[in-house]
C-alpha cells in the first residue's frame, strides 16, 4: 500500500481512475499519460479502476507473474466488482507501461462498457463541432493520419490511440480519452515538421526504438510517448464532439472513399478488433485462474450492442490510402475527404 496520496484521474462522466504507488517513475508515468484527465477528487458515483503499484521483484503469496519481450517483468492480482476493479502489481521499471497496457487500460473499457459507452481503439480530430473517428488494426495508420490533420491546420486534437463514443437517443457522442502520443520513427516520413518538436533525447530514442522495430521484424514495438499539447500547440483538445463520421482504414493502390452499407458486417469488424486489442488482458486472466467465459461473452454482447447502436447513428466509410509512402499524395486524397465529412 502506498503511503503517499493517490493520483486521481476522471474521464469526463464516463468513469475514473486511482493509482497508489510510492515509485517515482510509475507516478511520473501515470501523471504524463493521463495529464489531461487529472483531477483532485473523482466523481463518487462513476465507475472505478483501482491500481496499486509497487516498485519490487517480491509479491506476496496469490499474485501472478508474467514476463513480457524479457524485460518487462511483474506479479498482479486483479479483483472485480460491480463499477470496480481493483488491481494490484509488483514488478520492475519496464513493467509500469505494459501493466497499463495490458490490465489497467482494458479494466477501464470493460468499466466504460458496462456504463453504457464504447472505448473504441481509434484516432480521432474535430473540426466544427464535429468528430472524424479513424480506426483499424494496429498498423493501419491512425496516428498518421490524425496527424496529416492536424498539422493541415484547423483541426482539434481528441484522441491518439482510443475514444470514448456513447449512443445517444437522437445523435451518438465522441468524448476525448486524452493520453500522449506514441510516436514511431515512420511517422516524421508523414510529418516532418514533428520532429522539431522533439528533444534532442526523444529524436535519439524515436531513431533507436525504429531500428530496433526493423531488426526485428516488427515483433519489438516501443513507442516514444509525447503530450498532445506539445506536438499540436496550435490545436486545442475538443472535450466532446458529435462523430460525423466512423472511417476504416486501409491501404490500396488508388485513394477512394466508399460508404459501408453492411453494417453488421461492420460490427463484426470493429468488435474482434477491439477484443483483439485486448488478448494480453485476457490472457493475463485466464492466466491467473481469473478468467471466466461467461463474463467474457456477456462483455462482448455489451459491446457488440454498443457498436450496433453507434453504426446507426454515424455515417461508416472505408478510406483507402494510397499504400505510396509520397506524403504529398495521400495528404492530396485525405483532407478534402475529411472536410467534405465535417462540412
Do not use: C
Request: aromatic share 10%.
Amino acid at each position: 500500500m502506498s503511503s503517499l496520496p493517490p493520483a486521481m484521474f476522471q474521464f469526463d462522466d464516463v468513469a475514473a481512475v486511482e493509482v497508489r504507488t510510492d515509485a517515482p517513475f510509475a507516478r511520473g508515468f501515470f501523471g504524463d499519460e493521463y495529464a489531461f484527465h487529472r483531477v483532485n477528487i473523482p466523481r463518487i458515483d462513476l465507475p472505478l479502476a483501482v491500481l496499486d503499484f509497487q516498485l519490487g521483484a517480491s509479491a506476496p503469496a496469490g499474485f501472478t507473474r508474467h514476463t513480457h519481450k524479457v524485460l518487462a517483468r511483474w506479479a498482479y492480482r486483479i479483483g472485480f466488482q460491480p463499477g470496480r476493479v481493483e488491481i494490484s502489481a509488483y514488478g520492475n521499471r519496464f513493467a509500469v507501461p505494459m501493466v497499463h497496457h495490458m490490465l489497467l487500460h482494458p479494466t477501464l473499457r470493460w468499466l466504460a462498457a458496462g456504463a453504457g459507452t464504447l472505448l473504441l481503439h481509434a484516432g480521432a480530430v474535430v473540426k466544427n463541432g464535429k468528430s472524424v473517428i479513424f480506426t483499424g488494426e494496429g498498423g493501419a495508420g491512425k496516428t498518421t493520419t490524425t496527424s496529416l490533420a492536424l498539422a493541415s491546420g484547423g483541426w482539434q486534437v481528441h484522441a491518439d490511440d482510443y475514444v470514448f463514443l456513447h449512443p445517444e437517443k437522437s445523435a451518438a457522442i465522441s468524448r476525448a480519452y486524452v493520453t500522449r502520443s506514441h510516436l514511431y520513427l515512420n511517422l516524421l516520413r508523414w510529418v516532418p515538421q514533428v520532429a522539431a518538436r522533439l528533444t534532442p533525447w526523444e529524436r535519439i530514442r524515436l531513431e533507436f526504438f525504429g531500428r530496433l522495430r526493423a531488426w526485428s521484424g516488427e515483433r519489438l514495438k516501443w513507442p516514444v510517448r509525447v503530450a498532445a499539447n506539445r506536438l499540436w500547440p496550435d490545436a486545442p483538445v475538443a472535450l466532446q464532439a458529435t462523430p460525423a463520421a466512423l472511417v476504416l482504414l486501409e491501404r490500396g493502390d488508388s485513394p477512394a472513399l466508399i460508404a459501408m452499407t453492411d453494417l453488421p458486417g461492420v460490427v463484426e469488424t470493429l468488435l474482434q478488433m477491439n477484443f483483439g486489442e485486448a488478448r494480453h488482458f485476457l490472457a493475463l486472466l485466464e492466466k491467473s485462474e481469473n478468467f471466466d467465459p461467461a463474463w467474457l461473452e456477456s462483455w462482448r454482447e455489451t459491446e457488440r450492442g454498443l457498436l450496433t447502436q453507434l453504426t446507426r447513428q454515424i455515417s461508416v466509410y472505408r478510406l483507402v490510402l494510397p499504400r505510396s509512402n509520397d506524403a504529398e499524395a495521400v495528404r492530396a486524397s485525405l483532407l478534402p475527404a475529411l472536410e467534405q465529412m465535417v462540412a
